[in-house]
């Protein structure tokens, strides 16, 4: 049984059933006379079908490829003609030599006619070639159309793997830089002997498991965000302690889905370059609330006083840009606002 399914799923067994079934379809609604037999009916139409063979595989394998495809339309139009024009012949050559002569007796008047029209005078009729050329081409148009549709999958498919590469990519690359900014706080933290150390390690392997375990989905809930977020702004308050004012505020309905790590990027952002050189005491807003199905999602910092460098062409957020556009592709809106004194991001998306 399995060996038969393998079997049937071949390409080749696909399309034997489906020449198989279009001469079903030719026996079944035939126009029966009197005196036609089942082997008059399918002889008759075992000829049609062979004709409809050559033309769609001539036309699928040489034809298209070769001439449509690269655009040489005259080209494909005249040897599709030429093949349309042979293949009439072919059928026009078995009706003569074959099929009248055995079967003339179960003819009809204008049947016994037609049989006795010599081979010129049957080719060069415009009305019968048009149509046999439509009958001819049906099936062409059928495995065209079935083609098209399988091509459409693989290739959806092949995006769908090509995004998820380039996505398990970039979290390969943001997740490593957030690691490597905290351990630099840790690492401080241990010169100083602090007694904080403890509750860093804590933190740090929180987030450890949520950055290797828990955001390997596609989107995770935003609540999962928000405790990684939490947990970060906790590490960086027992580094700086009063250097900065940290608030964090939110508003979000529960179950609502994102793409996980792209929110930490800006919060990282913001105390690489709002925090790290400022000597004064630095101040950091961030609000993260949904409306409706959008979330929006805003932090702003104050900017030192030294020459302030937006992180724009960095590593962090030049893959946080890539990701959004990956994982909401014309559904988001970023905007950053570069002042004298405070530099703000505003994020809007729709949630998952």
């Given at each position: ?15 034997l ?11 079944v609604?035939?126009?029966y ?13 075992l ?20 001439f ?7 080209s494909f139009?005249f040897?599709?003609?030429?093949l349309?024009f ?5 059928y026009?050559l ?5 099929y009248?002569?055995?079967y003339y ?27 046999k ?17 399988k091509?459409?999958?693989?290739l959806?498919?092949?995006k769908?793997?090509?995004k998820?590469?380039?996505l ?5 690359q ?10 630099n ?8 002997k ?9 933190r740090?392997s929180?987030?450890?498991?949520y950055t ?19 947990n970060?702004l ?7 302690g ?13 179950g609502?889905q ?11 952002n ?5 925090v790290?050189?400022e000597?004064?005491?630095?101040e950091?807003?961030?609000s ?15 900017k ?19 990701q ?6 014309k ?5 950053i ?16």
């Amino acid at each position: 049984m399995n060996k038969l399914k393998a079997y049937l799923s071949t390409q080749f067994a696909k399309h034997l059933l489906f020449w198989a079934g279009v001469l079903l379809y030719f026996v079944v609604t035939a126009n029966y006379n009197f005196n036609d037999s089942y082997q008059q009916v399918i002889e008759f139409n075992l000829m049609v079908v062979f004709t409809q063979a050559v033309t769609a595989y001539t036309c699928l394998f040489v034809l298209i490829p070769k001439f449509l495809d690269k655009k040489k339309y005259l080209s494909f139009a005249f040897l599709l003609l030429v093949l349309l024009f042979a293949m009439f012949a072919v059928y026009n050559l078995f009706k003569m030599v074959y099929y009248d002569p055995k079967y003339y007796d179960t003819f009809n008047d204008l049947g016994k006619f037609y049989a006795k029209e010599p081979f010129l005078s049957r080719q060069l009729s415009i009305r019968t070639f048009v149509t046999k050329i439509i009958k001819m081409l049906a099936p062409t148009v059928l495995l065209l159309i079935a083609t098209f549709y399988k091509n459409q999958q693989e290739l959806s498919q092949l995006k769908e793997q090509k995004k998820t590469a380039e996505l398990s990519a970039l979290k390969n690359q943001l997740n490593p830089h957030f690691l490597f900014n905290t351990l630099n706080n840790l690492y401080s933290l241990a010169l100083e002997k602090s007694e904080k150390t403890p509750e860093v390690i804590e933190r740090l392997s929180d987030i450890l498991d949520y950055t290797l375990y828990g955001c390997k989905d596609k989107y995770v809930t935003l609540d999962k965000e928000i405790e990684l977020i939490e947990n970060y702004l906790a590490l960086q308050k027992i580094r700086y302690g009063k250097r900065i004012d940290v608030s964090f505020k939110t508003e979000v309905k529960k179950g609502t889905q994102i793409a996980p790590l792209i929110l930490l990027t800006f919060v990282e952002n913001a105390f690489k370059h709002g925090v790290k050189e400022e000597l004064k005491q630095a101040e950091i807003s961030i609000s993260l609330i949904t409306k409706g199905n959008q979330i929006v999602f805003k932090i702003s910092n104050t900017k030192p006083g030294t020459d302030f460098l937006p992180d724009a062409e960095k590593l962090g957020l030049k893959n946080v840009r890539m990701q959004l556009e990956l994982l909401y592709p014309k559904t988001h809106f970023l905007e950053i606002s570069d002042t004298e004194n405070k530099y703000t991001l505003t994020l809007s998306l729709n949630e998952a």
